[in-house]
């Protein structure tokens, strides 16, 4: 099984930064595609940006230019670098991943979340 921790949320002004990670152990050969997703107070959890196995991204419009997102597939850990964050991107941010296994299929991995607060 694979277990995603997610790490680095805290509390920061408007046009600061943050740098979220996720770890990921347990059975990590099977990750593909990663992901981070938030869902801030009253709303449905959005993607923000995702990452393939091979470092193919895609990004939210919210986002881009803002963010970014990376991995190191050698430590198993999934990265998002926040810049000019805005109150805005306030919310839970939860790491996914793509577990694949031969024969038996996929699944969806989630982290616990961390959260993001940004004042203005």
């Known amino acids: 099984q694979v277990q995603l921790v997610e790490s680095g949320g805290g509390l920061v002004q408007a046009g600061g930064s943050l740098r979220l990670s996720c770890a990921a152990s347990?059975?990590?050969?099977?990750?593909?595609?990663m992901g981070w997703y938030r869902q801030a107070p009253g709303k449905e959890r959005e993607l923000v940006a995702v990452?393939?196995?091979?470092?193919?991204?895609n990004y939210q419009d919210s986002v881009k230019g803002r963010f970014t997102i990376s991995r190191d597939n050698a430590k198993n850990t999934l990265y998002l670098q926040m810049n000019s964050l805005k109150p805005e991107d306030t919310a839970v941010y939860y790491c996914?991943?793509?577990?694949?296994?031969?024969?038996?299929?996929?699944?969806?991995?989630w982290g616990q979340g961390t959260l993001v607060t940004v004042s203005s």
């Open positions: 990452i393939g196995s091979g470092g193919r991204v």
């Open positions: 996914n991943a793509d577990c694949i296994r031969p024969i038996i299929g996929s699944h969806e991995v």
């Open positions: 347990g059975d990590t050969i099977c990750i593909s595609d």
